[in-house]
Nanobody
């Protein structure tokens, strides 16, 4: 299983980025997917999750209203659209494939993890 996250980079406060997670797992469309992040010196935290159909999504309170998770099962790809970025959003962002088809906010609910992509929000 390979999860490849991309789309990170340096952005100014208030800017936007879209992260992409490509999943090479053949049956990946049956699994929920999630995004987590880890800032320097902090523990990994949940950001957003989406169920296998893309009909149900959950978000951390810190990103609600600013981030949107979506998926394209035909392309085995999950996206994280991030708007109104702030310096506190600076972190390495990881995508992960869930153990089940539903959403999960707990890292233990995920089996496969990508390597992460760095997002830096700074002026």
């Amino acid at each position: 299983v390979q999860l490849q996250a991309s789309g990170g980079g340096l952005v100014q406060p208030g800017g936007s980025l879209r992260l992409t997670c490509a999943n090479s797992r053949r049956t990946s469309s049956n699994n929920g997917m999630g995004w987590f992040r880890q800032a320097p010196g902090k523990e990994r935290e949940f950001v957003a999750a989406i169920n296998w159909r893309g009909a149900d999504a959950v978000y951390a309170d810190s990103v609600k209203g600013r981030f949107t998770i979506s998926r394209d099962n035909a392309k085995n790809t999950v996206y994280l659209q991030m708007n109104s970025l702030a310096p506190d959003d600076t972190a390495v962002y990881y995508c992960a494939s869930a153990l089940s088809s539903s959403t999960s906010t707990n890292a233990r609910g995920y089996r496969y993890w990508g390597k992460g992509t760095l997002v830096t929000v700074s002026s």
